[in-house]
């Protein structure tokens, strides 16, 4: 009888070494992966970003896809006036520019690629990927599920010194302060860890760890400074995420086919995963320009989607506008940031890394998406970002006259 065990170990032996050799076969990193200047992935290096941020479904080491059973229909009513804006002119010929989409409602007012990228392309959406959390967290605190004044580990016993005391509202305003840091122009900011955690790069011999035991290994003070402050940390959303689940009772793999479904994408939805499968709450996300055009018109909406579906919560969105000055300031200027979203109360918006940008005026149902690929050391200029805020503020201003 053939013994399983040793049948599997000798077939893994068979495939690392060829036949009739005494030396074992030599690996190399996975292409993209591997640790270069700067302490950054290879897809992640100033030159090769750009492609990168594209190619990153295809290079993370673990990830899933969804397909919309329907498809939320764009009319393409191109208004030709946007292009005659200053801020407009500026991007398309910025050398940083990938692609650019203005929606009002369901009609599709400018599409703009850069020569190398295209209405197929996937792009990776970065922190935008945190507005989901948004969605979901409102929802769980609409229904009672959730109260974003209980400590952590009220919800997460296992949590480390590092969120264990803080409230769960702190981790929705970026609001915590522990000894996770998160410069992407420092080499030694342990984001860098949480990117090995999730797949986006390899630390070479470092033992490997999943995307929750390194958010329980984070430590830090056990309560809060004096001044509210925005502490950005991409750790939070996940962190907050593992707590939607256990509080709902939904995988968050079961949670991001519904937020693909109600958004009505028309192209795959990608979603960077850890070896367990978890997604990557805090920046995994890939999709084209007009499905993310589509989502933004999701968060407008407040998470209420194509056929009835509902993934988000109105309330919450609301209140997330009026009492904005309750979050953190925000590093773009303006407003505050709160419940995963920058917002002076009348938009709402979030960035990602690479100088991804989303923006979505609730009122109009107004969503300016843009796809950037900066080609800087770190990777993340707040003062970019901050020219993306302005030229959406100018094109929702322009097609509310």
């Known amino acids: 009888m053939v013994n399983p065990e040793h049948f599997c170990k000798n077939a893994e032996a068979y495939l690392r070494f060829p036949a009739h050799t005494e030396h074992e076969v030599s690996l190399a990193p996975p292409r993209g992966l591997a640790l270069g200047p700067r302490n950054k992935a290879g897809w992640d290096q100033p030159a090769a970003r750009r492609e990168g941020l594209r190619g990153l479904h295809h290079l993370h080491r673990y990830g899933m896809s969804f397909r919309a059973p329907g498809v939320l229909s764009l009319e393409v009513c191109c208004d030709f006036r946007l292009h005659d804006l200053d801020t407009v002119r500026w991007y398309l010929g910025h050398p940083f520019h990938t692609g650019l989409a ?43 599920r959730l109260d974003p004044h209980r400590r952590v580990d009220h919800y997460l016993p296992e949590i480390g010194s590092g969120y264990a005391a803080w409230p769960v509202q702190d981790l929705l305003d970026m609001a915590v302060v522990n000894d996770y840091s998160e410069d992407f122009y420092d080499p030694a900011a342990s984001v860098g860890l949480l990117e090995d955690a999730h797949g986006w790069r390899i630390i070479e ?29 991409t750790a939070n959303t996940d962190v907050a995420a593992w707590i939607c689940e256990r509080v709902s009772g939904i995988d968050l793999r079961g949670y991001y086919m519904e937020v693909v479904e109600a958004m009505g994408a028309e192209s795959t939805v990608y979603m960077s995963t850890d070896r367990q499968g978890t997604p990557f709450a805090g920046g995994g996300l890939h999709m084209t320009l007009r499905d993310l055009a589509r989502y933004g018109l999701l968060l407008a909406r407040g998470g209420q989607g194509v056929g009835g579906a509902r993934v988000g ?65 770190g990777g993340h200029d707040w003062a970019f970002i901050e020219r993306l805020a302005t030229l959406s503020e100018q094109v929702a201003a322009f097609l509310g006259k």
């Open 205 to 233: 011999g470092r033992r490997h760890v999943d995307l929750r035991s390194f958010l329980t290994a984070i430590e830090g003070p056990a309560r809060r400074r004096g001044a509210r402050m925005l502490d950005y940390k």
């Open 102 to 144: 203005v929606l009002k409602g369901e009609q599709l007012l400018l599409e703009h690629y850069a020569a190398d990228f295209g209405p197929e392309g996937i792009h990776s959406i970065q922190s935008i990927t945190k507005t989901s959390i948004h969605l979901l967290a409102g929802r769980l605190i609409d229904e009672g």
């Open 313 to 377: 919560s109105l309330k919450f969105r609301d209140a997330t506008r009026t009492r904005h000055a309750a979050g953190t300031p925000s590093l773009i200027g303006r407003g505050n940031y709160r419940n995963f979203f920058e917002t002076n109360g009348s938009w709402l918006g979030h960035n990602g890394y690479g100088g991804q940008w989303l923006m979505v005026f609730p009122d109009q149902e107004i969503v300016v998406a843009c796809f950037s690929g900066l080609c800087d050391d």
